[in-house]
């Protein structure tokens, strides 16, 4: 496996994120509770630019009648239809079918590495 250093630590801003591109994929690197995620920036359902969508929470389980809000930042959603992602993992909030592919972050001196 090789190691493509793309940015900075300090580029990527808590609760942010930056778009690179490495060996033609467009990638998403996150910076979620202090730790660096990657996520391909392409929604499974449509190919949309997932990683383009805003960061969020979703509602949660609750009762009739509640809306209870949680898990904000953890999240991307598409911007086209409005499927949610985990940033940690790319698994789909509705589905454990379906994901988008998540890519391992190396920092080393200060330097941010996708290991593909």
């Not at 690197?29 to 449509?46: D, K, M, Q």
Request: glycine share 12%; net charge neutral; charged share 30%.
């Amino acid at each position: 496996m090789a190691v493509y250093y793309v940015a900075d630590e300090a580029e990527i801003e808590e609760g942010k994120r930056i778009i690179v591109e490495v060996e033609g994929r467009s990638i998403g690197v996150y910076r979620v509770g202090g730790e660096l995620f990657a996520l391909h920036n392409r929604c499974p359902h449509e190919g949309a630019p997932l990683c383009k969508g805003p960061i969020c929470g979703t509602t949660l389980p609750s009762l009739v009648y509640e809306y209870e809000y949680g898990r904000k930042g953890e999240l991307v959603r598409c911007p086209w239809h409005g499927w949610e992602f985990e940033i940690k993992t790319g698994k789909s909030v509705f589905s454990e079918k379906v994901r988008t592919r998540s890519y391992k972050v190396q920092v080393e001196g200060g330097k941010v590495g996708i290991v593909m």
